[in-house]
């Protein structure tokens, strides 16, 4: 069974760059066919995907924050972390790590982290 949990600071000010890391236990990061993502909640609007790092190491970003958005991986640690750099008060969400099977075209995170609150203060 795979569990995804995240960890990091549940306040960030703005400008600074926010840190996430998502452990992975029950499945490999870097060996198996999936792709693990970071997606976000903000209040009162839609889940907004932010960026995937696959078994390779491969990235991929939302281009909506591509520029700010940055995804590496520990496979030491079976970890991988977002950067979210020059962050605003829209950066303020629940932010969830998924897994994305790879089973079909587009996105089906299968699993997910419980979530965190983040914070920005102004």
């Known amino acids: 069974q795979v569990q995804l949990r995240e960890s990091g600071p549940a306040l960030v000010k703005v400008s600074q760059t926010l840190s996430l890391a998502c452990t992975v236990s029950?499945?490999?990061?870097?060996?198996?066919?999936?792709?693990w993502n970071w997606i976000r909640h903000p209040p009162e609007k839609e889940l907004e995907w932010i960026g995937e790092?696959?078994?390779?190491?491969?990235?991929n970003y939302s281009p909506a924050l591509k520029s700010r958005a940055s995804i590496s991986r520990d496979t030491s640690k079976n970890q991988y972390t977002l950067h979210l750099s020059s962050v605003t008060p829209e950066d303020a969400a629940v932010y969830y790590c998924t897994r994305d099977p790879g089973e079909v075209d587009g996105f089906s995170w299968d699993y997910w982290g419980q979530g965190t609150q983040v914070t920005v203060s102004s």
């Open positions: 790092i696959s078994s390779t190491g491969e990235t």
């Open positions: 029950g499945g490999s990061i870097s060996t198996e066919a999936h792709s």
